[in-house]
């Protein structure tokens, strides 16, 4: 019987050791840095268990042991506290950082970031080929219905819910900026802002002469003179698409078409493409100026004018510029 006793005590003892060896090798697995020797980005899909998180992380090469992950979730008590999402994780990693994260749900903030200027067509392009977005567009937008701006989303956000969100934003801007309007403008509706604006973002991509060119549209709408507009021309000949790839020329400015503000008097019947925020308030509160022309400088900006002999030499001058000639 003490043979047997003491043949016992030695097998809990090894025993006792083993489990104590395996626990120690568990969590120094578990601490130490992990396989990863690059910064690499994991989707873990929604609906995903335990089992199946730790077998996409190690596919992924972040963990290098599974049964250790698991065990350690269940130990910390976040087994089923794992978010879905994408991740990304950074180079040496440990399973208790991965497993912090997965816990945090800190997943990977992306941009969408619509330029001012484009028409709603192709900010939908931009969206459809945005990855980690999910679903379908339904239709294309209303002109001048989206708000260009940075947009943050995550893996697995809606398309369509985008375009409400870009939609929203436009809408709160408008209203926003409609309230402190300069008062006296030429302008009925908060629509008939936003088609000005749009006029404006074509016209000219530089911050300090929006509120200029502003206001030689505003100037000439007061005078009842014809906004003479090249973008809103392009427009109409593009039917309503927008950029075209040759230069426009006379028998374009004399297409009859509602957008063409050379043969129609007063704003086209809607916006030319989506304008940014610095358009809306440029047509809401333009500069205090006697301008009514402008014309390209040759140095990206424009050349102003109150008279239709200034504006025809600042042509004159702009079309040496173009050609090339010094006399």
Known sequence: ??????????????????????????????????????????????????EAIARTLSEAEV????????????????A????AG????????????????LNAGDTVVRRLTVPEGLTSAEVVVLIQEAEGLVGEVPEVPPE???LPE???????????????????????????LWRGRQEGLPLETPEEALALASIIEKETGVEGER?????????????????????????????????????????????????NTYVNAGLPPGPIANPGRESLEAALNPADS???????????GHAFAQTLAEHNRNVANWRRIRDGRTE
């Open 63 to 78: 963990i290098s042991e599974p049964l250790v992950f698991r065990l350690g979730a269940k130990l910390t008590d976040r």
């Open 86 to 101: 994408e991740y990304q994780f950074e180079p040496g990693a440990t399973m208790r950082d991965v497993l912090d994260k």
């Open 150 to 176: 940075t947009y943050h989303y995550a893996w697995g956000d809606g398309r369509a819910d985008m375009v409400a969100r870009m939609r929203a934003a436009m809408q709160a801007t408008l209203d926003e």
């Open 290 to 300: 006697d301008y009514l022309y402008f014309v390209a400088d040759g140095s990206g």
């Open 1 to 50: 019987m003490g043979f047997l006793r003491l043949a016992l005590g030695l097998l809990v003892a090894v025993g006792l050791a083993g489990a104590g060896l395996l626990a120690y090798h568990g969590y120094a697995t578990f601490t130490q840095p992990g396989p990863l020797d690059e910064t690499t980005r994991v989707v873990i899909v929604p609906g995903s268990g335990l």
């Open 211 to 259: 509120a200029l060119v502003a206001s030689v549209f505003v100037n000439r709408l007061d005078r009842g003179m014809r906004l003479q507009s090249d973008p809103t021309v392009i427009y109409a000949v593009t039917d309503l698409h927008g950029p075209m790839e040759r230069p426009l020329t006379r028998a374009d400015w004399e297409i009859q078409h509602p957008y």
């Open 144 to 146: 001048g219905s989206l």
């Open 80 to 83: 089923t506290r794992l978010k």
